[in-house]
């Protein structure tokens, strides 16, 4: 360990007066590292959950639960953008993250507070007495949530590369490694616990599943994820705001319409692109920067149907997961919905397999594989994930169909044999063998569909193992279309930029959870598999759509071309002032010469019609 001390100036915008170092690293970002896994560990833990605890708790019906969950997510990705501007013009990155994460946290506790039944159960039966209080308290909680999570999430990546010095480049690049490996631990340790949690029978007055516990584990650790963020405040490099670029753009991009509009006349001539429209309020640089960012945002149009379906996992995936059969023999933490944490699991094996083996292997077979062909790739496994769906849910509803046929038709017959003799005790055993045989998951308990294994699922019911093929194909998917997607766009943004298109790819998400509601209400199937179908077909659409895109794309290098503005900048500030001061001179003498005119002409008028009156007078 060692003690690095660092003054800057003030006009840098930083406030720092010390960094303690270990292994060359800062150790403010070990608190930061800390402060993300348990930040994830909250978020994944409560979503994990979220979708059964609307189904089986509040009594919602799937799609009523599903539209609330993807409107939750989407709200999650929407509200990163109003966390940039704040950070970066407003509060910095430090206060924003502490202010939005005591947010997050009382959406947390609310949200435990929200599942605990026994506050409203005044008949001490297990079922709450006024259910729109549960409703309402969850509804804020699920808001504060999403502004905390979503405010807080373009803050952190960056306020640790922030911790870094100019010369600490492979430091940097080896923490947002780390930085997203604490994301997917984080993730999979929740996604086992918080179901683990909820399996367990909690409460006062009845014993029922335990949504508080799974709940407020999720909020002890956001406490902590705070408490650790702010311990480390002394150590950390602080930079002030200096205003939000993504105003600024927005402001450039609204000027160049707007002059383009009044200058549409016909007799003006055009000009190469229509940002060059704010030539004369704006810098070339800045303009020059905006169309690479332009650029690259027409190609994230097509990107939100990937997210469509890929957040289905934790919905419409986590509901078939409850009609399967979750038993087991060796592996009991996998019961029913447990299957969410394969995803995890196979991304922390995905990732250095792909960067490692796989991409090299291609690179020496001589292939092109770029970027933006890797996207499309993982694009078309995501469809493919869908289509594997698709046919477990086909094998689930036959199998739920010929076990509830074959129930009826064995209770009738049986009831009928044996009728006429000991009826009474021969129906109960022919019923009892019977149901532990062939009972499905429509006929247990609605109140839940939990772990407990006294809600018997038949053996002849369809394996939840059948799910791993649809969660590898959307793993690789997303090992393949995110990574890239984040790195190409990384790749290709100005240097003061990137947290433009960072916004821009978070809003992609958002987009994409919006097109899970439209497509469901709007296509109205009656068949679950359909549904799957269509959603990979859709996709399948998007995929040659954002392939025939990537071909015309020109890969750029925005260091380059800012560099060659840089160049330029003194000269060509110096010639845009000379052409402007001219041009003004110009208008001004092209006034004064038309005003002139003018007057000389009236002059000359009146003069004219002024020589007649004399005559008349003098005659």
């Not at 070990?30 to 560990?41: D, G, M, Q, T």
Request: glycine share 6%.
């Amino acid at each position: 360990m060692g003690v690095l001390t660092i003054n800057l100036l003030s006009a840098e915008g930083y406030k720092k007066v010390s960094s303690v170092t270990v292994c060359g690293y800062p150790l403010s970002i070990f608190f930061i590292v800390v402060n993300e896994f348990c930040e994830r560990f909250s978020y994944y833990g409560m979503k994990a959950v979220l979708v059964l605890y609307f189904r089986y708790f509040l009594r919602w019906d799937d799609d009523l639960a599903i539209t609330i969950y993807h409107t939750f997510v989407a709200l999650c990705y929407l509200t990163p953008i109003l966390g940039a501007i704040v950070a970066d013009s407003w509060l910095g990155k430090f206060k924003t993250i502490v202010y939005l994460s005591i947010v997050y946290t009382l959406g947390q506790v609310v949200m435990a507070i929200s599942a605990i039944h026994d506050i409203t159960d005044a008949n001490k039966d297990g079922t709450p007495d006024n259910m729109t209080f549960h409703v309402a308290l969850s509804m804020v909680g699920l808001i504060l949530i999403a502004l905390g999570t979503g405010g807080i999430k373009p803050c952190v990546a960056a306020f640790g590369g922030d911790q870094f010095n100019e010369h600490q480049e492979k430091q940097r690049s080896t923490f947002f490694s780390i930085f997203y490996l604490s994301i997917n631990a984080g993730s999979l340790l929740s996604t086992i616990i918080t179901p683990i949690l909820r399996a367990q029978e909690c409460g006062i007055y009845s014993q029922q599943k335990c949504y508080p516990l799974a709940f407020g584990v999720p909020a002890a650790l956001m406490v902590v994820a705070l408490i650790v963020f702010i311990v480390g405040s002394r150590m950390y490099t602080k930079v002030a705001p200096k205003g939000n670029i993504m105003l600024e753009v927005c402001k450039c991009i609204w000027y160049a319409v707007k002059n383009r509009f009044r200058n549409r006349s016909s007799s003006i001539p055009k000009r190469e692109h229509w940002m060059d429209w704010a030539d004369e309020k704006y810098e070339k640089l800045l303009i020059a920067q905006i169309k690479m960012v332009l650029k690259v945002l027409f190609l994230y149009i097509p990107l939100p149907m990937f997210w469509t379906l890929f957040d289905q996992q934790g919905s419409r995936w986590t509901l078939q997961a409850t009609t399967m059969d979750g038993d087991f023999v060796s592996l009991c933490l996998f019961k029913l919905f447990l299957m969410s944490t394969v995803n995890p699991i196979l991304i922390l094996g995905f990732v250095p397999i792909v960067d490692s083996v796989i991409y090299p292997l291609i690179a020496k077979c001589g292939l092109n594989f770029t970027p933006l062909k890797r996207m499309t790739v993982g694009m078309f496994m995501a469809a493919l994930a869908f289509i594997a769906a698709a046919l477990v849910q086909l094998q689930i509803d036959v199998s739920i169909t010929t076990h509830t046929h074959t129930h009826a038709h064995t209770h009738t017959r049986t009831h009928a044999r044996t009728h006429a003799r000991t009826h009474a005790r021969t129906h109960a055993r022919t019923h009892a063998r019977t149901h532990a045989h062939t009972h499905t998951r429509t006929h247990t308990h609605t109140s839940d569909y939990g772990l407990r294994p006294e809600e018997d699922i038949g053996p002849n019911v369809v394996h939840m193992a059948w799910q791993i093929p649809q969660y590898f194909l959307m793993t690789m998917g997303e090992v393949v279309f995110s990574v890239t997607g984040l790195e190409f766009s990384y790749s290709q943004a100005p240097s003061n930029m990137k947290s433009v298109l960072q916004a821009g790819w978070l809003f992609t998400v958002a987009v994409g959870n919006i097109i899970v509601l439209i497509v469901a209400e709007v296509a109205q199937l009656p068949d679950q598999w359909a549904e799957y179908v269509l959603f990979a077909a859709l996709l399948i659409f998007v995929c040659v759509v954002f392939s025939i895109m990537a071909y015309f794309y020109t890969y750029t290098d925005p260091a380059e071309v800012e560099a060659r503005f840089a160049e330029l900048e003194p000269e060509g500030k110096d010639n845009d002032r000379k052409r402007r001061s001219l041009e003004l001179h110009d208008r001004k003498e092209s006034l004064e010469e038309e005003n002139q005119r003018k007057s000389r002409s009236s002059s000359e008028a009146s003069s004219h019609h002024e020589a007649p009156a004399d005559k008349a007078t003098n005659m």
